[in-house]
């Protein structure tokens, strides 16, 4: 008797019963729509896929997806996905985050996620503003920037999301932009490849609260100067046909430059994108490429290999084993000094 073949699944069979309550325009319907199309090209069973979330607009994310997932409690996503990976290696695990409780209350939690390297998925909704709780500033929200808890303007530095996860030593690094759908996807695709825990900051519209703060990006009239789409291997090339500019790096900063159309970027000194690099430095100095100055970059910027955690702790695991045997938890549980209450 021939073996069943599995059914090929579609965008459909991610897609749940929950109706999808964000407000209008939102950038986080654009994501999900994404997500819900990458899912049937990964591969993976839907049993064996589960999305995790705190607490913000993002983590609704669950509701949406018909998989397994967890909506947990603030900031501790990170947390509840290792515990998942961990119990269960062979789990494709997504965790869903905002700005806010990744990088407020779950910011400890979202680093010593990073650094252990599991095999995960972060999505990172960045709209700079706290968007579930009606406009307060955010850790990303601009200096200067007026809300209803910054009245005056916010007078805290914020934090950018690709420096964080290159400072906690994450191995996948990429950015990508709400309304870019065939960028986005592309970006999913290779996070999900990739062995080790994968960082994508997404740059998400809040129309309600901080409407138009990626405009620049998002609006293909001006994307092509705003923005680095990154390549392996490729010049660091900006704008469009007439305006073309590259970025050098001179004296270990980053320097525009105009191309004139019949230009080679690399003879001109252009830096060519390199994504494997093991050092974390170079991907730091994109980091720092912020506009007005500098265009935006988009893309995977870092990507090298390193042990996952799960693979160690199963080699620890099987280590004792072997030294100790399996054990017996009713033996365990019955050693020593023990009583009976009666």
Request: aromatic residues 8%; hydrophobic residues 35%.
């Amino acid at each position: 008797m021939a073996a069943e073949v599995a059914p090929k699944l579609t965008r459909k069979d991610f897609v749940a019963d929950q109706e999808v309550r964000w407000c209008p325009g939102c950038g986080d319907y654009s994501i999900l729509a994404n997500v819900q199309r990458v899912m049937p090209e990964l591969g993976v069973p839907r049993e064996n896929i589960v999305f995790i979330s705190g607490i913000g607009c993002s983590s609704r994310f669950p509701y949406y997806m018909d998989t397994y997932g967890f909506h947990t409690i603030h900031g501790r996503a990170p947390a509840f996905a290792t515990g998942a990976k961990a119990a269960n290696p062979n789990l494709s695990v997504w965790v869903v985050t905002g700005d806010g409780d990744g990088l407020s209350i779950g910011g400890n939690h979202l680093l010593h996620t990073i650094r252990r390297n599991l095999d995960i998925q972060i999505l990172l909704f960045n709209n700079q503003v706290y968007g579930l709780t009606k406009g307060q500033y955010s850790p990303t929200s601009a200096l200067g920037m007026r809300s209803k808890s910054s009245p005056q303007g916010s007078i805290d530095h914020p934090v950018d999301p690709i420096s964080y996860a290159l400072g906690c030593g994450a191995t996948f690094v990429a950015r990508t932009i709400d309304v870019d759908a065939k960028h986005m996807q592309q970006v999913l695709k290779r996070a999900h490849d990739h062995k080790g825990t994968s960082f994508i900051e997404i740059l998400q519209n809040c129309p309600v609260f901080n409407d138009g703060i990626w405009e620049d990006v998002e609006d293909r009239k001006t994307r092509a100067k705003n923005t680095l789409v990154l390549e392996h291997g490729e010049p660091l090339v900006f704008g469009s046909e007439g305006e073309r500019k590259g970025i050098l790096m001179q004296d270990g900063r980053p320097q525009v430059i105009d191309l004139a159309d019949d230009d080679d970027p690399k003879e001109r000194g252009v830096v060519i994108h390199d994504e494997k690099l093991e050092t974390p430095s170079y991907a730091s100095a994109l980091a720092t490429l912020t506009r007005p100055d500098f265009p935006l970059p988009v893309g995977v910027i870092r990507e090298v290999e390193k042990t996952c955690y799960e693979e160690l702790l199963e080699d620890q695991i099987k280590e004792a084993v072997d030294q100790k045997g399996a054990g017996d938890l009713h033996a365990l549980l019955h050693s020593g000094d023990t009583w009976t209450v009666s």
